[in-house]
């Protein structure tokens, strides 16, 4: 497969890094105007042609205007400057300057990206993908309630966003009585297991359960990292306590507790090298009176505030993809080096990104 917009081959039998799928906007995000945003540097207007979501590049053929400035008129999009306005397949059909009789050149047209709409995000790709977007079986499940947290960016490649999200080496000086606790700082990471576009495991971290003889509980959480940037968390089994879960008191009962399940997804979105979007789904099958929604995004979007400066302030800005660049510890530090190695492979690097 080669990139028909960059020329970048494919690496072997797997995608070029610009042929995946990536979320470009939230759903809610795009209603009767344009919504700009960018993907690897490439600037983009998402948005609704009769109900339907359509990207393209945020440029008018004309005078390089940025369409996302413009707005929608039924099954057009209309430029801002003069006028001209542009169908789902980004041809120009009409110049308001012309006679309404008047051919409109063929090369009046924009480019349009794929597009399509999934689990309440619409993704876009720069490239030519193959298949659906990601797996989200929850988002179809009548037992299950998805919420979201708000789309926000961090000034960080998504490199090192991702790594940070892949670590639970920090719990426990970061998120201290969220995550972690310094006075059990170890994690118990499990072998990795290699899955096709990504990798998974085990973490075990210990917290505080007063409940328990020693007044601590040893709690392990599944994993999943999937290209290009998915990244996600699975509890199942027993209801998570409210202290795992929501970072409040309380214990566990794993006795009496039903068969539950929680799962919480992060997927990012690199807008320019340096600078990158997150979206972020939170789902339960239990406790599903909507008023219990703002206890599950308020913990974690504390600890997205706790690791935001954190991830900002690291140098080199790129994540190192030589593994002999940075120091590594082994068990905890398996995630990252596998990582590491498979954006390398893949060529999902700084060399992908805008300059």
Not at 6 to 23: E, F, I, L, T, V
Not at 155 to 182: K, Q, S, Y
Not at 253 to 281: G, K, S
Not at 319 to 336: C, F, M, R, S
Request: with cysteine; proline share 8%.
């Amino acid at each position: 497969m080669t990139n028909s917009n960059d020329g970048q081959p494919s690496r072997g039998s797997h995608p070029a890094p610009r042929d995946y799928w990536y979320p470009v906007a939230m759903s809610s995000e795009v209603t009767d105007k344009p919504f700009g945003t960018s993907l690897h540097g490439e600037r983009l207007a998402v948005v609704r042609l009769e109900g339907e979501p359509v990207v393209f590049q945020d440029l008018c053929i004309h005078r390089g205007s940025p369409l996302s400035r413009g707005s929608v008129d039924g099954s057009t999009l209309r430029c801002a400057y003069h006028g001209w306005e542009y169908d789902r397949s980004g041809a120009c059909v009409r110049i308001p300057q012309r006679e309404p009789d008047a051919a409109i050149p063929a090369k009046a047209r924009v480019v349009t990206y794929p597009t399509v709409e999934r689990f309440g995000v619409i993704w876009g790709s720069i490239g030519d993908p193959v298949g659906e977007p990601g797996d989200m079986p929850e988002w179809d499940d009548p037992s299950c309630r998805t919420i979201f947290l708000p789309a926000f960016e961090w000034d960080a490649t998504a490199g090192r966003m991702m790594e940070n999200f892949l670590d639970a080496g920090h719990f426990a000086w970061v998120h201290t009585g969220l995550l972690g606790d310094p006075e059990r700082p170890l994690v118990y990471t499990s072998p990795l297991t290699t899955e096709e576009e990504g990798f998974n495991y085990v973490v075990e971290t210990e917290i505080r359960d007063e409940s328990n003889e020693d007044g601590w509980v040893r709690e392990g959480i599944f994993y999943r990292f999937k290209l290009p940037f998915w990244f996600t968390v699975t509890e199942s089994g027993y209801r998570p306590t409210e202290r795992v879960a929501h970072g409040a008191e309380g214990a566990m009962d794993r006795e009496n507790a039903p068969e539950a399940h929680y799962r919480f997804d992060i997927v990012l979105q690199p807008l320019e090298r340096t600078r990158t979007r997150r979206y972020t789904w939170i789902t339960r099958n239990y406790d599903l009176d909507p008023e219990s929604d703002e206890k599950y995004r308020s913990t974690q979007q504390t600890v997205a505030m706790q690791d935001q400066p954190i991830v900002e302030a690291q140098r080199p800005e790129e994540l190192p993809l030589d593994i002999t660049a940075e120091l590594h510890i082994k068990g905890v530090d398996a995630p990252a080096i596998a990582l590491r190695r498979l954006l390398a492979e893949r060529g999902l690097g700084a060399s992908v990104l805008a300059p």
